[in-house]
């Protein structure tokens, strides 16, 4: 079993910075892959940030290359995203997901457990 929890949403003006968590509980030893995805209203949920568990590599969407920053703290086993630079398009309600494969995925149907979602909206 396993839980995901994220927090830290909220408003924020375009051009701010907010910092999500997503902490992991249960049997999170088989997750080998961490990653962010986000779904805004009428539009498919979308990959945005994803980071291996022991190696630390990472792999983002293009559309926040240069302003999202993926991490992880090992010994409080959560993950973390950094968003700078936000703009109106960012809003949306961002989930965090983990993988028992090695992959960096993309898809989303390569993922095995989700958290709740926590809404983020930048305002112009």
């Known amino acids: 079993q396993v839980q995901l929890v994220e927090s830290g949403g909220g408003l924020v003006q375009a051009g701010g910075t907010l910092k999500l968590s997503c902490a992991a509980s249960g049997r999170t030893s088989s997750l080998y892959v961490r990653g962010w995805f986000r779904q805004a209203p009428g539009k498919e949920r979308e990959f945005v940030a994803a980071?291996?568990?022991?190696?630390?590599?990472?792999s983002y969407a293009d559309s926040v290359k240069g302003r999202f920053t993926i991490s992880r703290d090992a010994g409080k086993n959560t993950v973390y995203l950094q968003m700078n630079s936000l703009k109106p398009e960012d809003t949306a309600v961002y989930y965090c997901a983990a993988r028992e494969g090695s992959l960096l995925a993309v898809d989303t149907q390569r993922y095995d457990y989700w958290g709740q979602g926590t809404q983020v909206t930048v305002s112009s």
């Open positions: 980071i291996s568990w022991n190696a630390g590599r990472k």
